[in-house]
């Protein structure tokens, strides 16, 4: 199946995305999590970004990013057990804070 993955501010260029391609089609198993497309970030995207997305000791996103799958927050969901679907989109965004 195939989803689509979006990383919005500083994740974009992290994800060092081909010139000007902002959506990024990824295939996995049918019947995959939101977990394990997690754990396979870094063979798509490298550690680097991998490390900024997912904490695999805690096997949960980072706290300074959230997820976004199909339009509503990942965590109102089953979290990482959350089944991914054919044509799910999924956007990573990075939590902004300062004052």
Known sequence: M??????LLHL????????????VAVELEEG?????????LDSSFGPALAEEIYDPRKQ???NTVLAIING???HNFEGTNT?????DAIIFV???MGG
């Not at 195939?2 to 990383?7: D, G, L």
């Not at 089944?83 to 044509?87: F, N, P, T």
């Open 94 to 96: 990075p939590v902004a």
């Open 72 to 74: 509503t927050l990942a």
């Open 60 to 62: 949960a996103l980072q």
């Open 2 to 7: 195939t989803v689509s993955i979006k990383f």
């Open 12 to 23: 974009e260029s992290s994800a060092e995305l081909s010139a000007g391609k902002k959506v």
């Open 83 to 87: 089944l991914l679907h054919q044509g």
């Open 32 to 40: 995959s999590t939101f977990g394990e497309l997690l754990k396979n």
